[in-house]
């Protein structure tokens, strides 16, 4: 979601659709109606926007990034930077990914001097910020990714 100047997430078009559709419900049953437009741009003051297409706009624009197969992709996974390729991707609702990423260097994923363990796929459920609800002991997530 998009931060207005009020600081309020502005929600997807679809929501926002919504809400106008509840808005004409309610004043349809006031014996007030009114029509679609006027619904939609009402929907649009409410969130401190000037009309219907300034909203839509801010909303349109923070849709999820769409991943895909074989994108080419660079973050950082447990503290190392890589660069890479994504192997499978599938969509999840609330704006999550499920994402196999195939490094093009393997990753160690073992902080000990003692030992080594290189990966070169790891899964990862990504959230809408394309990074990692899971973290490490200290707090960072597991994957931060953007596309290359």
Do not use: C
């Not at 619904?39 to 300034?54: C, H, K, P, S, V």
């Not at 599938?90 to 994402?99: C, D, I, L, Q, T």
């Not at 001097?113 to 990862?124: G, P």
């Amino acid at each position: 979601m998009k931060q207005t100047e009020f600081g309020t997430d502005v929600p997807n078009v679809d929501a926002l659709k919504a809400q106008a559709k509840r808005l004409r419900t309610a004043m349809s049953e006031k014996q007030t109606p009114i029509t679609q437009s006027m619904a939609l741009e009402a929907i649009a003051r409410q969130w401190g926007f000037r009309d219907w297409n300034t909203l839509s706009a801010k909303a349109k624009s923070n849709q999820p990034r769409a991943w895909h197969v074989g994108q080419r992709v660079s973050g950082r996974y447990l503290g190392h930077t890589f660069n890479g390729h994504l192997k499978a991707v599938r969509s999840a609702s609330g704006g999550y990914w499920y994402v196999t990423v195939i490094f093009d260097e393997p990753v160690d994923v073992v902080t000990s001097n003692a030992f080594s363990s290189f990966r070169k796929q790891v899964n990862v459920v990504l959230n809408e910020d394309a990074v990692t609800q899971a973290k490490t002991s200290d707090g960072v997530p597991h994957m931060e990714l953007r596309a290359a």
